[in-house]
């Protein structure tokens, strides 16, 4: 019998997870975190409630991040200077010096999660992937409402 | 541009986790767990060693989770008569009246995952992702080899 679905995405999944924290643990960069650390270099000054809208996390998660980001010394934030309760976050010197490892990192993911598939395949996955979040969110939605 | 592939499978992940412990918080089963027990219902007697085999999960992992399994009384264990340390799983009533429950969220789960897929968009998404799993598996195999 064919392995599940839900079985085959949540192995895989935790494959991809077990190799980006193969490569981030040694900078104390956990799983999230540089993936933020990565946003913030394309838009510095960037706020925390526009990467948690962009990412899809929970805001309470991304937080719980950039905090860590922080006390590690790759991110810093300032208070905007017109609406006074929002932080805008920079990226520090060692922030800046993670971006060309983090950049090849997604590159060699990207090789992993790709190689041996066509474009056609690729595209295919997409598409039955965001099927399934459509799904699901639509079942929520239905017992929500 | 395209949301990057592992996040994606990332989301869709967390989406399919999220649903399935929508349902299975209120037992008191976790992820995972209630896999467990529909293993162990289909065979009766089974060991710890094997679960932790086909699941393709770590064996403290698996440990963990039927620990919990037999505090909330869905599993009870038995020595082996042959080998004396080793135990053998067995579902209690409890867990046996769960197991419709569990097939029931089994289909829904899979309607939910292959809904406005055909047959042939799944056939290529597994292809995709059983590839995925084994470059992750043979990029770890080269840096340890």
Known sequence: MDKPLDKIMNDTTRDINKFLSHHMD??????????????????EGISQEVIAQRRNVGKSAVAKSIKRLIENGYLYREKDE????????????KGKNMIPIIINLIEIVKKLLTNGSSEEEIKIFRKVIERMSQNIEEYFEGIEG
Chains 1, 2 share one sequence.
């Open 26 to 43: 040694q900078y104390s960069l956990g799983n999230g975190q540089f993936g933020i650390l990565y946003e913030v270099s394309k838009e």
């Open 82 to 93: 017109i609406d006074r309760r929002a932080w805008r976050l920079y990226c520090t010197d």
